[in-house]
């Protein structure tokens, strides 16, 4: 099972960005999946989390600005990030709890992380 993530990239403040964050491989089934941040200097930061059943939830600092979205079908996780500030701006990594066929029981899948950068 791998997670890869795409979408990042350079955008000045105010602007908007998609993020996706897509699972391949023998897959079951998908739990939770979660966008989290990292910036230079400090610890990885959980930003947005979407349950299976599609119940959402978000940090403050992103709540109104931030929208996370799955589409179950494609085994992928977006997210809508509007209203950019400079101190959105790290690598967000993706994560998913995978069911996955060969592997015992659900597991804790990280993508390899997209940088985003908000600068005028």
């Known amino acids: 099972v791998q997670l890869q993530a795409s979408g990042g990239g350079l955008v000045q403040p105010g602007g908007s960005l998609r993020l996706s964050c897509a699972a391949s491989g023998r897959i079951l089934s998908i739990g939770i999946m979660r966008w989290y941040r990292q910036a230079p200097g400090k610890q990885r930061a959980l930003v947005a989390t979407?349950?299976?059943?599609?119940?959402?939830d978000y940090r403050d600092s992103v709540k109104g600005r931030f929208t996370i979205s799955r589409d179950n079908a494609k085994n992928t996780v977006y997210l809508q990030m509007n209203s950019l500030r400079p101190d959105d701006a790290a690598v967000y990594y993706c994560n998913a709890l995978i069911t996955s066929d060969g592997r015992r029981g659900a597991n804790d899948y990280w993508g390899q992380g997209t940088q985003v950068t908000v600068s005028s």
């Open positions: 979407i349950y299976s059943g599609g119940t959402t």
